[in-house]
């Protein structure tokens, strides 16, 4: 499998990434998340006063057990339902279109009855393109090798 790069949003510089497991809920869980997007990663980190991004590259080992959405589909959305509700699943890494603010205002409603699944999927569209890749084990972000840091213009 080859190297790609990518990119995670910060306020400090992390040259050895951890599992992050907040109070709050996340879209693929628990982990430690980057995005194969500068611009997004950059995007993460302005919500911070000192704003960084991190680069690292990854070579995936195919021996771990990696779950990819290539598209916004129902398997996607029930994961990530099932993942905000504070759902466990046992993949070492997983990969898809990021939920943003506005998807996520959908998906609760959806949650919450609001509105049907077809509304969403009807409302569903992304002003620009968003990637996540959560390194959910201790073992995915041995995957990881940190490049560099640097500061983001606000």
């Not at 982990?31 to 993460?44: L, N, S």
């Not at 006063?49 to 996607?76: A, C, H, Q």
Request: aromatic share 14%; proline share 2%.
């Amino acid at each position: 499998m080859g190297i790609m790069t990518v990119y995670h949003g910060s306020y400090v510089k992390i040259d050895c990434p951890e599992i992050i497991s907040g109070r709050n809920t996340k879209d693929f869980g628990s982990g430690f998340y980057c995005t194969i997007i500068r611009e997004q990663a950059e995007r993460w980190a302005r919500r911070y006063d000192t704003p960084k991004v991190n680069t690292y590259t990854v070579r995936l080992d195919t021996s771990l057990k990696i779950l990819e959405f290539r598209e916004m589909t129902e398997g996607w959305l029930d994961f990530i339902i099932n993942c905000r509700h504070g759902e466990k699943h046992s993949y070492d890494i997983v990969i898809g279109a990021m939920a943003n603010d506005q998807i996520y205002n959908y998906i609760a409603d959806y949650m919450d009855g609001i509105i049907t699944r077809e509304q969403f999927w009807v409302m569903a569209k992304f002003k620009y393109p968003t990637h996540q890749i959560n390194f959910c084990t201790d073992a995915a972000l041995k995957c990881l090798r940190f490049q560099s840091c640097e500061n983001v213009i606000v």
